[in-house]
């Protein structure tokens, strides 16, 4: 299973983006995806979470009243609406799914990551 992200770039600060994050490629099942980020000489934090199944969603506390996770399931992808950025959003994106894929030997585990996409905003 691969996860592909898209969508970041550099941004001033009260702008907005829009990220992607579309998984394909042989048989799965996901229950939760997630955006997290990485700023440069730190540690990757989560972001948003949402269930692919309940809809449930959660978030940091920094992006609160900023940020929108949402998925579309019959699509495999999820969303991350970014309003109101701030210089301090500045960091790699990833994306993350988790859920149960079916191999050669069977059913597995899904705990899948995509490459990332940078976000840069401006102030």
């Known amino acids: 299973v691969q996860l592909v992200e898209s969508g970041g770039g550099l941004v001033q600060a009260g702008g907005s983006l829009r990220l992607s994050c579309a998984a394909s490629?042989?048989?799965?099942?996901?229950?939760?995806m997630g955006w997290y980020r990485q700023a440069p000489g730190k540690q990757r934090d989560l972001v948003a979470t949402i269930n692919s199944r309940a809809g449930t969603t959660g978030y940091a506390d920094s992006v609160k009243g900023r940020f929108t996770i949402s998925i579309d399931n019959a699509k495999n992808t999820m969303y991350l609406q970014m309003n109101s950025l701030k210089p301090e959003d500045t960091a790699v994106y990833y994306c993350?799914?988790?859920?149960?894929?079916?191999?050669?030997?069977?059913?597995?585990?899904?705990?899948?990551w995509g490459q990332g996409t940078l976000v840069t905003v401006s102030s």
């Open positions: 490629g042989g048989t799965f099942s996901i229950s939760a």
């Open positions: 993350n799914a988790e859920g149960v894929y079916v191999d050669y030997e069977g059913l597995k585990t899904l705990d899948a």
